[in-house]
């Protein structure tokens, strides 16, 4: 978002983050990384030992994912409201999604965006769950280095607050894209 918006200012109105990479690369590195449940773990190892990872990686896919959304949900319940089939794609496999995010993060390098942050006006709502595994530290950096910036905290979510949270995501969303501050949107170092 802050290069594309730094890069090309005219083409950017307004910009909504949610959960977004923290400006800099050492906030990133405070990502809590709660690991997958133990019988998960253990049914996955079971699961690649008998080699389904590679005879049927459609069930390997879906066990793994299963238990990675409990790490990043607040209410597990909530997983089946997902309507994407993440195993239906090759690209989201366990060992290519990982494979490629550590081909964007370690491209990236160490960064530290809050410079950039400085020279963009547009208004900007940073959307954060509460429970999220991102650190609320970043979303916050955002907030204060964002000329324009506010920043919403979705009480009883984590990493997808509209899947979790619609009723507080979208109208959020809305009020925010037709020109106001969501009601519970606030400067950091203000109060809600």
């Given at each position: 978002?802050?290069?594309?918006?730094?890069?090309?200012?005219?083409?950017?109105?307004?910009?909504?983050?949610?959960?977004?990479?923290?400006p800099?690369?050492?906030?990133?590195?405070?990502?809590?990384?709660?690991?997958?449940?133990?019988?998960?773990?253990a049914?996955?190892?079971?699961?690649?030992?008998?080699?389904?990872?590679?005879?049927?990686?459609?069930?390997?896919?879906?066990?793994?994912?299963?238990?990675?959304?409990?790490?990043?949900?607040?209410?597990?319940?909530?997983?089946?409201?997902?309507?994407?089939?993440?195993?239906?794609?090759?690209?989201?496999?366990?060992?290519?999604?990982?494979?490629?995010?550590?081909?964007?993060?370690?491209?990236?390098?160490?960064?530290?965006?809050?410079?950039?942050?400085?020279?963009?006006?547009?208004?900007?709502?940073?959307?954060?769950?509460?429970?999220?595994?991102?650190?609320?530290?970043?979303?916050?950096?955002?907030?204060?280095?964002?000329?324009?910036?506010?920043?919403?905290v979705?009480?009883?979510?984590?990493?997808?607050?509209?899947?979790?949270?619609?009723?507080?995501?979208?109208?959020?969303?809305?009020?925010?894209?037709?020109?106001?501050?969501?009601?519970?949107?606030?400067?950091?170092?203000?109060?809600?």
């Amino acid at each position: 978002m802050v290069l594309y918006a730094n890069e090309y200012p005219d083409h950017v109105k307004r910009v909504i983050q949610v959960g977004p990479l923290p400006p800099t690369y050492d906030i990133f590195t405070k990502s809590t990384s709660t690991p997958i449940d133990s019988e998960s773990q253990a049914q996955l190892e079971k699961m690649k030992e008998e080699g389904l990872d590679k005879t049927d990686p459609e069930s390997y896919c879906n066990a793994f994912w299963g238990a990675y959304m409990k790490r990043i949900f607040y209410d597990s319940a909530k997983i089946s409201l997902l309507r994407s089939d993440k195993c239906k794609f090759t690209n989201e496999m366990p060992d290519n999604v990982f494979f490629q995010l550590g081909g964007i993060i370690g491209s990236i390098g160490e960064w530290d965006w809050r410079g950039l942050a400085k020279n963009i006006k547009v208004p900007v709502l940073t959307i954060h769950g509460d429970h999220d595994t991102i650190p609320m530290e970043g979303a916050q950096e955002w907030a204060v280095f964002l000329a324009n910036a506010r920043l919403l905290v979705v009480p009883k979510a984590g990493h997808l607050p509209f899947v979790e949270r619609p009723e507080v995501f979208y109208p959020a969303v809305e009020s925010f894209l037709n020109g106001e501050w969501p009601e519970k949107a606030v400067g950091v170092g203000e109060t809600q």
